[in-house]
């Protein structure tokens, strides 16, 4: 029996199911914790540009401030209506860098479920007659939603649109559920990893890859010796090496170099003119040689005509100009 018991946890931790993960909206209509479920808060916007989940690393969302300043420079800043997800799985990531690797496939399950469950529950032909919506938009919304619901192509919502956002280990979480969702109806339009943070060799398979998403940007800021958190190979079909990928200006530290990933993403909300330039090869890049068309960084655009290695120096301080 014992036996037994332990074979259902064995399966249920393999399906992610007994991982820890908690999904907080943020949008122009307030803050909302979301249950694992799939339904649907009423803040949740159907029609807003795109759906960004912000996924942390190691040891959690406690100690950076990676969710709040990203999420308050996009909601600010970007002008645009997005509904902001909080993706929390605080408590599978904090024992140790090991344990939060391990972990890193049940987190990008159970963020797979959620967001299948997300897509099913909004484009269901049938919610539009229960919601509490006026009637004028009720038939609007019916109409397309049926012609979509033909089709089974393209998300009926444009808050269906989904772009992750991950920092360190969280990036690869993004990478492994963008895959995973690639093969089916709900899909991944952008993936934004911020230095994504280093793997045994017997993870790598879940790295982040050009082939999680769409379009698929990284932000390269901690990548130099061993204790670097970061990869400083090109995981992206853009990669964005800051300052060469290392040594950050301002810093003194590899942590306050691996949190500049996502100030300088925040900051790209800010600061359009936080661009680079392409680079032909990574030796040109470490050379700052880089001549080639300019590009702008972050930003929550679902594409970017980019494409290869670019090199971004910056200043030291918020907003580096
Ligand atoms: C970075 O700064 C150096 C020194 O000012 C300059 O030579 C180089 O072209 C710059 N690189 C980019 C990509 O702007």
Not at 119 to 137: A, F, G, Q
Not at 305 to 312: M, P, Q
Request: proline letters at 3%; one cysteine or more; charged letters at 15%.
């Amino acid at each position: 029996m014992l036996k037994f018991i332990i074979f259902v946890a064995a399966v249920a931790v393999c399906y992610g199911q007994t991982v820890d993960v908690r999904y907080t909206l943020h949008n122009k209509n307030g803050i909302v914790s979301m249950p694992g479920s799939g339904a649907i808060p009423n803040q949740f916007e159907e029609d807003a540009q795109s759906t960004i989940f912000l996924i942390h690393g190691y040891p959690g969302n406690t100690v950076t401030n990676f969710f709040q300043l990203v999420r308050n420079a996009i909601l600010e800043h970007s002008n645009q209506n997005v509904n902001v997800i909080e993706v929390d799985w605080t408590r599978a990531a904090g024992d140790s860098y090991t344990q939060a690797s391990n972990n890193m496939q049940s987190v990008a399950n159970n963020l797979g479920v959620f967001m299948q469950q997300l897509y099913t529950e909004i484009t269901n032909p049938t919610r539009t007659t229960t919601t509490t919506k006026t009637s004028t938009s009720t038939t609007e919304t019916s109409t397309t939603e049926t012609s979509t619901t033909e089709t089974g192509t393209q998300p009926v919502k444009s808050g269906l649109t989904f772009h992750l956002v991950g920092f360190d280990l969280g990036a690869h979480v993004a990478g492994i559920v963008g895959r995973k969702l690639n093969r089916g109806v709900v899909r991944v339009a952008r993936i934004t990893g911020l230095n994504p943070g280093r793997l045994r060799s017997q993870l790598s398979m879940q790295r982040l890859t050009a082939n999680s998403a769409s379009y698929v940007e990284v932000i390269h800021t901690d990548t130099l010796g061993v204790l670097a958190n970061g990869i400083g190979d090109r995981m992206g079909d853009v990669d964005f090496y800051a300052n060469g990928g290392n040594n950050q200006p301002g810093c003194y530290s590899h942590s306050c170099c691996h949190d500049r990933a996502f100030e300088l993403f925040a900051a790209s909300m800010i600061n359009p003119l936080l661009s680079g330039r392409g680079c032909n090869s990574m030796s040109q890049m470490n050379l700052n040689l880089c001549r080639g068309s300019s590009l702008r960084l972050g930003g929550i655009e679902l594409s970017k005509d980019g494409n290869g290695i670019y090199r971004i120096n910056t200043s030291r301080r918020f907003p580096f100009y």
